[in-house]
């Protein structure tokens, strides 16, 4: 899944279009009512990744339940999040190494997690 992918996905399931808040391709997903974010979408170094190649990968940061991060980490195409709180948060390589429906499936708890809470 590439960004462009998650882009129109995101849009028909959330109404969401990328916001650009930098002078540059990372992009952030937000919620419409409180503004708050549940996905950024960042091009970033592999070498920040840990990974042996030169050169930059896409990567979407989405929040994640603490129970499940550790877990993910241990799957090809998941890394401790990139500049955002690794415990609640995770990055995911859009570069083919993790599933589609398994990067739809986080974004959609990112989603929820971060929503405004009804009383």
Same mark, same amino acid.
């Given at each position: 899944?590439?960004?462009?992918?998650?882009?129109?996905? /995101?849009? *028909?399931?959330?109404?969401?279009? $990328? +916001?650009?808040?930098?002078? =540059?391709?990372?992009? %952030?997903?937000?919620?419409?009512?409180?503004?708050?974010?549940?996905?950024?979408?960042?091009? /970033?170094? *592999?070498?920040?990744?840990?990974? $042996? +190649?030169?050169?930059?990968? =896409?990567?979407?940061? %989405?929040?994640?339940?603490?129970?499940?991060?550790?877990?993910?980490?241990?799957?090809?195409?998941?890394?401790?999040?990139?500049?955002?709180?690794?415990?609640?948060?995770?990055?995911?390589?859009?570069?083919?190494?993790?599933?589609?429906?398994?990067?739809?499936?986080?974004?959609?708890?990112?989603?929820?997690?971060?929503?405004?809470?009804?009383?």
């Amino acid at each position: 899944m590439d960004r462009q992918t998650i882009f129109r996905w /995101v849009r *028909k399931q959330y109404g969401t279009v $990328p +916001d650009y808040p930098w002078s =540059d391709n990372n992009a %952030v997903l937000r919620h419409k009512d409180n503004r708050k974010w549940y996905g950024v979408i960042l091009e /970033v170094a *592999k070498s920040k990744l840990g990974l $042996p +190649d030169e050169g930059t990968v =896409d990567v979407i940061n %989405v929040k994640c339940d603490p129970l499940l991060t550790g877990s993910l980490q241990k799957k090809p195409g998941f890394h401790p999040a990139y500049h955002m709180n690794k415990e609640k948060w995770i990055s995911i390589r859009l570069d083919g190494s993790a599933g589609d429906e398994e990067i739809r499936n986080l974004i959609h708890l990112s989603f929820e997690l971060t929503k405004t809470k009804k009383n």
